[in-house]
């Protein structure tokens, strides 16, 4: 008797099995064949086999029994938040995945990759480029006014100030007077050779835009010159031709006022021509 009772509750207690696939569900889409994936879209790793699935984009366990003809699958999963209430299930659930890499293939390739980002970023440091100092009130102020203008102005406030003297200013105006005739009166002969210098760059600028000018219409002046005179004698031809050819029967014949202005504007192109040929 108790025998049998030690053989029943040794029987009804629960043994580990071994873990495999429940399911013989397989979903209607092509095998993933992970040697065709990124290295970066799957890992191997043996705690927790897993890739990116490609219907849903997100990162989904593999599961794999512990039998010889077990085949691996990626396990049911929806798209939505963990909790959410009616989930939809993801197309890619129980989709056979074919694994034929191996570990060490995998963390070569990830460590090539690893190593192909770092060669392309610049190892050099680019410095940011020093501010320059600011210029004091002084030096702003006396690159627009010249040691004239500046002794004028000195001289007026000494004359309107009741504080200021012609040798020690004391209010603070006066002082900051002083000190820009003093810096203008200083920086003058500088500003002086300074604007010369630019002057003379303009001139010479001037000069060789000139120059490149002439050079330029002397390849061009004989044939400009020829057409304007054949377009001269063009139009005299055609204004002789309307004065002089008799006019035919049943047309209008010129009025006074118009052969006058015809033979005017024929003298005007005569005169044109001649100056045109004296010029050349």
Do not use: F
Request: charged share 30%; glycine share 4%; with cysteine.
């Amino acid at each position: 008797m108790t025998a049998s009772v030690r053989e029943r509750e040794v029987q009804t207690v629960s043994q580990e099995r071994k873990r495999r696939t429940r399911s013989r569900t397989i979903s209607h889409l092509d095998p993933i064949v992970v040697s065709k994936l990124p290295a970066h879209e799957y890992d191997l790793d043996p705690a927790c086999i897993s890739l990116v699935c490609p219907s849903c984009r997100t990162w989904v366990p593999i599961r794999v029994a512990d039998t010889e003809r077990a085949t691996a699958k990626l396990v049911p999963h929806h798209t939505e938040q963990a909790g959410t209430e009616d989930p939809v299930r993801c197309p890619g659930s129980h989709r056979l995945v074919t694994i034929n890499v191996t570990v060490a293939t995998w963390s070569r390739r990830l460590e090539e990759g690893i190593s192909e980002t770092n060669g392309r970023r610049a190892d050099r440091v680019i410095r940011k480029p020093q501010p320059m100092p600011t210029p004091a009130v002084m030096q702003i102020v006396g690159g627009l006014v010249d040691d004239k203008t500046a002794r004028k102005l000195h001289e007026a406030h000494v004359k309107s100030c009741t504080t200021c003297s012609a040798t020690t200013p004391r209010c603070t105006d006066g002082r900051r007077l002083a000190h820009l005739a003093a810096h203008t009166r200083r920086t003058a002969p500088l500003r002086r050779q300074r604007q010369t210098r630019q002057e003379e760059q303009a001139d010479k600028r001037a000069w060789a835009l000139r120059l490149l000018h002439d050079q330029q219409w002397e390849k061009v002046a004989g044939p400009v010159h020829k057409t304007d005179q054949q377009r001269v004698r063009d139009v005299l031809t055609a204004l002789r031709k309307m004065l002089n050819v008799p006019t035919k029967p049943g047309a209008r014949p010129l009025t006074t006022w118009e052969r006058a202005d015809l033979q005017t504007t024929i003298a005007v192109l005569e005169r044109q021509e001649k100056d045109l040929t004296h010029r050349w």
